[in-house]
C-alpha cells in the first residue's frame, strides 16, 4: 500500500515547508520592525497595512499546522486498522507501533504551530505599539 510507505514523507514535508515559511517571514518581520522609522509615514492606514504584511502567513500556518498534523495521525491510525483487518496476522506490538508512529504527525503540528502562535501575537503586539506611537505622535502635531 503505497500510502503506508509514503504518508509520513508527505506530512512531514508539509509541515516542514510550513516551519520554514514561518521561520522565514519570522525574520523577515523582525527587520522590518527593527528598522521602522514611524516618522516618516503620513497615513495611518498605510503604516498599518506596511506592519501586517506577511502576518497572514504566520496566522495561516499556526491555525492550519495542526490539522496537518492531525491529518497524518488519521491516516496513520487508518493504515494500522487497515492491516490489522486484513488478517496478515498483525502482533500486538506493530500495533502500538503502528499507532505510536501516527501520532507523531500530531506532535509535530502542535510543534510548528505553537511557536508560530507566540510569534504571531507577539507581532500583532507590536503591530499595536507601533500604530498607538504613530497616534501619539502625530496627535501633537
Known sequence: MWIKE????????????????????????????????????????????????????????????????LLGT???????????GNGSGIETNNILVGLSMALKATALGLLVAIPTLGIYTAYLRKVDVFLNKWKSVNATS
Open 74 to 84: 488519521v491516516i496513520g491510525i487508518m493504515v494500522t486498522f487497515f492491516d490489522m
Open 6 to 69: 509514503y504518508m509520513d514523507y508527505a506530512v512531514f514535508s508539509v509541515l516542514g515547508l510550513m516551519s520554514f515559511l514561518a521561520l522565514a517571514y519570522a525574520i523577515e518581520r523582525w527587520l522590518y520592525y527593527r528598522s521602522c522609522k514611524i516618522e516618516t509615514y503620513k497615513d495611518i492606514n498605510i503604516l498599518e497595512i506596511d506592519l501586517t504584511k506577511n502576518l497572514t502567513i504566520l496566522y495561516i500556518i499556526y491555525s492550519n499546522a495542526p490539522y496537518v498534523g
